[in-house]
């Protein structure tokens, strides 16, 4: 039953009031009697041609309101098709976006970038931490694998760009978001200090970029030196230069690392420790822009709690960071108003702006 009805039977009996129909004969105006009767006997009598729709025409306006009827229902269909569609590259999206990224440490099993490992482990849950190793076995007896921390093995800095951009992914799901380069050369047999520097920290570093970029890998956070720049500062003749590039050249090697890192249109961070310690660390933090320390003395703890920050910050993307202890400068190799510079556990000021 309509409403209408309903609502007509639920009127009190009073309000029935039946509507009789008006006597159309009253209501006809004068001359159309005659018409009337006329079209009883001709039925196109009533209605010039050009005021009546023909058959045809009446199909034809059928037809095209329909097509707008349609229209709008085909365009609804499209847009129910498409639906599930974007549904699910919506779905895909959130949870890309939701996922913790994929970081890959290399030289996970070397004295800093063990220590960098474990600074990414604490955060818990805030990354997937993969640890690229030479040897497995190695780094199963140092404990780098604990916590859930997956094993890249056989992982060799100085192969070539395409054989480290196929162990790290190739662009694939496995691929990395971010890539921490925690390597350099271990000094040894003097004579083949040069080499050893070169292939580590010059041509290893300018391959795994290379290999980064092929991968498809977002940010990499290279560890180097305070003084690889120390020809542009001018302190080429500092103690610390001196006897820092002596073992190989390292510093130059450094340089075109990362000037390599610069240069390959990667996000990226660069952190130039000063002289690292094995001890913890006993002193607040100094943190400059690059070219600014020539001296200086840090925790290689410390550098790992700053490397992995570096994976993360916002603010630290095209920033080299150079750090060190306070208190621990040279005589006359001090920065110019350290004290400016002391950020101590101030994580927002651990990137500081370039000047």
């Given at each position: 039953?309509?409403?209408?009805?309903?609502?007509?039977?639920?009127?009190?009996?009073?309000?029935?009031?039946?509507?009789?129909?008006?006597?159309?004969?009253?209501?006809?105006?004068?001359?159309?009697?005659?018409?009337?009767?006329?079209?009883?006997?001709?039925?196109?009598?009533?209605?010039?041609?050009?005021?009546?729709?023909?058959?045809?025409?009446?199909?034809?306006?059928?037809?095209?309101?329909?097509?707008?009827?349609?229209?709008?229902?085909?365009?609804?269909?499209?847009?129910?098709?498409?639906?599930?569609?974007?549904?699910?590259?919506?779905?895909?999206?959130?949870?890309?976006?939701?996922?913790?990224?994929?970081?890959?440490?290399?030289?996970?099993?070397?004295?800093?970038?063990?220590?960098?490992?474990?600074?990414?482990?604490?955060?818990?849950?805030?990354?997937?931490?993969?640890?690229?190793?030479?040897?497995?076995?190695?780094?199963?007896?140092?404990?780098?694998?604990?916590?859930?921390?997956?094993?890249?093995p056989?992982?060799?800095?100085?192969?070539?760009?395409?054989?480290?951009?196929?162990?790290?992914?190739?662009?694939?799901?496995?691929?990395?978001?971010?890539?921490?380069?925690?390597?350099?050369?271990?000094?040894?047999?003097?004579?083949?200090?040069?080499?050893a520097?070169?292939?580590?920290?010059?041509?290893?570093?300018?391959h795994?970029?290379?290999?980064?970029?092929?991968?498809?890998?977002?940010?990499v956070?290279?560890?180097?030196?305070i003084?690889?720049?120390?020809?542009?500062?001018?302190?080429?003749?500092?103690?610390?230069?001196?006897?820092?590039?002596?073992?190989?050249?390292?510093?130059d090697?450094?340089?075109v690392?990362?000037?390599a890192?610069?240069?390959?249109?990667?996000?990226?961070?660069?952190?130039?420790?000063?002289?690292?310690?094995?001890?913890?660390?006993?002193?607040?933090?100094?943190?400059?822009?690059?070219?600014?320390?020539?001296?200086?003395?840090?925790?290689?703890?410390?550098?790992a709690?700053?490397?992995?920050?570096?994976?993360?910050?916002k603010?630290?993307?095209?920033?080299?960071?150079?750090?060190?202890?306070?208190?621990?400068?040279?005589?006359?190799?001090?920065?110019?108003?350290?004290?400016?510079?002391?950020?101590?556990?101030?994580?927002?000021?651990?990137?500081?702006?370039?000047?």
């Amino acid at each position: 039953m309509s409403t209408l009805a309903s609502a007509a039977l639920a009127l009190p009996p009073a309000s029935r009031r039946v509507v009789r129909r008006p006597d159309a004969r009253r209501l006809r105006p004068r001359g159309v009697s005659a018409r009337v009767r006329a079209s009883r006997d001709d039925p196109d009598a009533s209605s010039s041609p050009e005021t009546t729709p023909t058959t045809a025409t009446r199909r034809a306006t059928l037809a095209t309101a329909l097509a707008l009827l349609a229209a709008p229902r085909a365009a609804l269909a499209d847009d129910a098709a498409a639906a599930p569609a974007a549904a699910a590259a919506a779905a895909v999206s959130a949870a890309a976006a939701a996922a913790p990224p994929r970081i890959v440490v290399v030289g996970a099993t070397g004295q800093t970038g063990a220590l960098v490992v474990d600074a990414l482990r604490r955060r818990g849950g805030a990354a997937s931490v993969v640890a690229a190793v030479r040897s497995a076995e190695k780094a199963r007896k140092l404990g780098v694998d604990r916590g859930g921390v997956e094993l890249l093995p056989d992982f060799d800095v100085t192969a070539d760009a395409a054989t480290l951009a196929e162990r790290l992914g190739g662009g694939g799901a496995a691929a990395p978001d971010v890539l921490i380069i925690a390597t350099g050369f271990v000094p040894g047999n003097p004579f083949k200090m040069a080499a050893a520097a070169r292939a580590v920290d010059n041509e290893g570093v300018v391959h795994l970029v290379d290999a980064a970029k092929r991968a498809g890998v977002r940010r990499v956070v290279l560890i180097s030196s305070i003084l690889v720049d120390g020809r542009a500062m001018g302190a080429e003749d500092s103690p610390g230069f001196k006897i820092t590039n002596a073992f190989g050249g390292v510093l130059d090697e450094k340089l075109v690392g990362e000037r390599a890192l610069e240069g390959s249109g990667l996000e990226w961070v660069i952190v130039r420790p000063a002289g690292l310690r094995a001890d913890s660390p006993k002193t607040p933090l100094v943190a400059t822009p690059g070219n600014v320390m020539a001296s200086g003395e840090v925790s290689r703890a410390l550098v790992a709690d700053v490397m992995a920050e570096a994976a993360f910050a916002k603010d630290a993307a095209g920033k080299i960071v150079e750090i060190a202890e306070a208190g621990t400068f040279a005589p006359g190799y001090e920065p110019e108003n350290v004290a400016r510079y002391q950020v101590g556990k101030d994580r927002s000021k651990w990137f500081p702006a370039r000047e």
